[in-house]
C-alpha cells in the first residue's frame, strides 16, 4: 500500500514537472512567434541597454531587428563596466548613429573615460557628427570637456545637478563647441550651484531660446537693484524671446519682480511659491501692464492653496476675471 502511494506521488511530481517545461517551452515559442512590429513596441517599454543586454545575443533574428531597424534611438547609458560599454558601443551606436534620437550623458563611469561615440587614438580622432539628436542631456563639465562629437540640429539641452561652477568659469564657448547654443529652444538647468548672473550670462549665447527651466535664485534685497543695472541683464531683456519659464524653488515677490522684467515676452510662469506671498504675487502678476503673461501655475500647491485663493476673490483682495483650475496638487490662473 505504502508503495502504490510513493508510486502516486511520483507520478504526480513527474506530470507537475513536464507540464511546467511544456509551459515553459510554449511561452518561449510564443515570444518567437510575436509579429515584429509588436516586438517594437514591446521595446519602446524599455531601456536601450538592457534591450541590447537581453536581446542582440539571443539569436540572429532579435539582432537584426536591433540593427536594421529604421525606428529612433533613445540612448541612455547606465552605469556600467568598460567592457560593457566598449560592446554596446561597438555593436549598437556606432552602427546606428543615424537613428539615435536623445543621448542621455551620465557620466559616475565615463568622468575617467569618455568614449561614447568614437575610440580615440592616434590614428582615429575624427570627430562624429551625430544630425538626428534633437536632446541632450549633460551630467557635468568633464562630459563637456572629454566629448568629441557634434550634434548640429540639437534643441533641446538638460544641464544635470553635476556640474559645479564657479562664478569666473566659461562653460559657453565648450557647449559651443558639441552642439550650436544659437539653435536651442528648451534650457533645463538642474544645478542647484548655478549663479543667478551666471544663467542670465549662458542665456545671452541662445538668442532663441523659448522654454526655459531652473533650479535656485540666490537673490538678496540688498543685490536686488544691483542684478537688474547689470549690463548684461539690460541687454538680455531687449534681447531674448524667453516665452515659458519654470522655476522649482520657492519663489518670493522680488524674484517674480526680475523674472517679469528680465522676460519681456513671458506667457507662462511655473513656480512654487509660499501661500502668505500668494495675495502680493498675484496682486503684481494680475497687473494690466503685464501684456504678455496669460498664464500661471503653482506647483506644488495643495487644495488649501485653491480654498485660499477663492477667499482672497471672494473678499476683494483679488480680481475675478480669469479662469481657475486645481488638479494633481497643481494651481492654474488663465486670463
Not at 82 to 98: A, E, G, L, T, W
Not at 108 to 137: C, G
Request: with cysteine.
Amino acid at each position: 500500500m505504502e508503495q502504490i502511494k510513493r508510486q502516486l506521488c511520483d507520478n504526480f511530481e513527474e506530470n507537475k514537472r513536464k507540464k511546467f517545461i511544456t509551459k515553459s517551452d510554449c511561452n518561449v515559442t510564443q515570444i518567437e512567434d510575436l509579429a515584429n512590429e509588436l516586438i517594437y513596441e514591446i521595446f519602446e517599454y524599455l531601456n536601450s541597454y538592457n534591450i541590447y543586454q537581453s536581446f542582440f545575443h539571443l539569436n540572429h533574428r532579435f539582432r537584426s531587428l536591433l540593427v536594421e531597424s529604421f525606428l529612433p534611438l533613445k540612448i541612455h547609458i547606465p552605469l556600467i563596466s568598460s567592457s560593457s560599454f566598449d560592446s554596446y558601443n561597438q555593436d549598437m551606436i556606432m552602427p546606428n548613429k543615424q537613428r539615435i534620437h536623445s543621448i542621455k550623458i551620465l557620466n559616475t563611469f565615463m568622468r575617467k573615460n569618455y568614449e561614447l561615440h568614437s575610440e580615440i587614438t592616434a590614428e582615429n580622432e575624427n570627430q562624429i557628427i551625430f544630425k538626428s539628436v534633437d536632446l541632450v542631456q549633460i551630467q557635468n563639465e568633464m562630459a563637456i570637456n572629454q566629448c568629441m562629437d557634434y550634434f548640429p540640429n540639437t534643441t533641446q539641452l538638460t544641464l544635470s545637478d553635476g556640474f559645479s561652477i564657479s562664478t569666473y568659469r566659461s562653460i559657453e564657448s565648450g557647449l559651443n563647441r558639441i552642439l550650436p547654443l544659437q539653435q536651442i529652444k528648451t534650457l533645463v538647468i538642474q544645478c542647484h550651484h548655478f549663479s543667478f548672473l551666471k544663467m542670465i550670462k549662458l542665456l545671452s549665447y541662445i538668442p532663441n531660446l523659448h522654454r526655459l527651466t531652473f533650479q535656485t535664485m540666490p537673490l538678496f534685497k540688498e543685490n536686488k537693484i544691483s542684478i537688474e543695472q547689470n549690463e548684461q541683464f539690460q541687454s538680455l531683456c531687449k534681447t531674448n524671446s524667453v516665452a515659458t519659464v519654470t522655476f522649482r524653488q520657492i519663489c518670493t515677490l522680488d524674484k517674480v519682480q526680475i523674472l517679469i522684467i528680465l522676460f519681456p515676452h513671458l506667457q507662462h510662469l511655473v513656480m512654487n511659491i509660499q501661500m502668505k506671498d500668494m495675495e502680493l504675487i498675484l496682486r503684481f502678476l494680475l497687473n494690466k501692464n503685464n501684456h504678455n503673461l496669460v498664464l500661471l501655475s503653482f506647483k506644488p500647491a495643495s487644495g488649501v492653496y485653491f480654498a485660499h485663493l477663492n477667499h482672497l476673490i471672494k473678499s476683494g483682495a483679488l480680481a475675478s476675471d480669469h479662469r481657475r483650475l486645481h488638479a494633481y496638487r497643481e494651481l492654474h490662473l488663465w486670463w
